[in-house]
């Protein structure tokens, strides 16, 4: 058992092999620092995510401790000199501030007598073998998704990506979002307003505190089905979509003031990777909860609902046709916009 160990690297981004060379270093010391790399504009994560993604993940080992350390090299050629693994190993030592009896590494630098010139003779040198678990940060930032089983949970929400669904009513939102779901083997946002309009009998009797209630859940649900999506979250419906809502159910113009002030404020913070609008090209299907309002004239609010979508400026992408063809073409913009393809 070794009194004080390190493990040190810049984790952009963190992956299952630096989480199985901390947990074997940890068992292997009294106290083990995971030193943090960074310096500000090179990475593709910040520090602080960096820290919050391997605190979560070893908070439950007691004799770890995390550093963050900061250097100047501009980028990852520059900090692969012998100047900054110099530095770096100074600035190591004076941070933990006793003597580090073991520095553990990747076998991926074996031979290479870089750790052995930095540490030795005051530190053994141990070398994890890097081919347990077959992955580098490098491979991950190349492609994320094909790299997706080596990405621990925490880090997921961070690359997932967030795919909204909106439309007229009756357009088949749902229906599309649960079908891309399972196509994916991922989950999916609900339309809370399908619970609160079931609650009030039907759109008619829905009041001001319905709609604030369809807007602050479906944001929470979204932050809570990001955790654990798999490559990407679908999501039935929006802040914008509860905005038009607002207008077209409540009279009183300082409740229906209120709802679009706070529908604004989400819609604000909303941030989805790709938006698709269902035009209201399928089969209108009153389930005794709709509004016959909108079944007549079903052009006209839908272009309502995307005139929102232009005043703040997101751009859509509209989906005709019949189920088929919209689940078809979704599955190609997907495609092409991230290259992930269906888990069949």
């Not at 292997?28 to 620092?33: A, G, H, T």
């Not at 989950?187 to 009030?200: L, P």
């Not at 602050?216 to 089905?225: D, F, H, L, Y």
């Not at 209201?280 to 909860?289: A, K, L, N």
Request: proline residues 2%; hydrophobic residues 35%.
């Amino acid at each position: 058992m070794y009194n004080v160990g390190m493990y040190g690297g810049s984790f952009d981004p963190l992956h299952i092999g630096h989480l199985h060379d901390i947990i074997r270093a940890a068992s292997m010391c009294r106290e083990l620092y995971v030193m943090i790399s960074w310096c500000e504009g090179r990475e593709s994560t910040s520090k602080e995510l960096r820290y919050r993604w391997i605190y979560n993940n070893v908070k439950h080992l007691d004799n770890v401790k995390i550093i963050l350390i900061e250097d100047k090299a501009v980028s990852k050629e520059e900090y692969n000199t012998d100047y900054y693994w110099e530095k770096g190993a100074e600035d190591i030592k004076k941070c933990i501030g006793k003597p580090i009896d073991a520095v553990f590494c990747g076998s991926d630098y074996f031979g290479t007598n870089r750790f052995e010139s930095l540490y030795e003779p005051e530190s053994e040198v141990i070398y994890f073998d890097r081919s347990e678990v077959p992955i580098s940060s490098t491979n991950i930032r190349f492609d994320v998704y094909k790299n997706w089983q080596y990405i621990p949970p925490i880090c997921r929400p961070y690359y997932a990506k967030k795919i909204l669904v909106v439309g007229g009513e009756s357009t088949g939102k749902s229906t599309l979002v649960q079908n891309l779901a399972i196509a994916y083997n991922t989950n999916f946002v609900r339309e809370i307003g399908r619970d609160t309009c079931e609650i009030a009998g039907g759109e008619d009797n829905m009041d001001k505190y319905d709609l604030y209630e369809n807007l602050i859940r479906q944001k929470a649900e979204e932050i809570e089905a990001l955790k654990s999506c798999n490559r990407l979250l679908f999501v039935d419906t929006d802040a914008l979509t509860t905005k038009f809502y607002s207008r077209f159910l409540l009279s009183d113009k300082n409740d229906i003031k209120k709802c679009d002030a706070l529908a604004d404020a989400i819609a604000r913070i909303n941030e989805f990777d790709l938006v698709l609008f269902l035009e209201p090209t399928v089969e209108f299907v009153q389930d005794g909860t709709r509004s016959e309002k909108i079944e007549a004239d079903r052009v006209k609010y839908s272009n309502q609902i995307k005139k929102l979508f232009y005043e703040h400026k997101i751009d859509f992408i509209s989906l005709g046709g019949d189920y088929l063809n919209r689940f078809n073409i979704a599955k190609e913009i997907i495609k092409d916009k991230f290259g992930i393809e269906t888990i069949w």
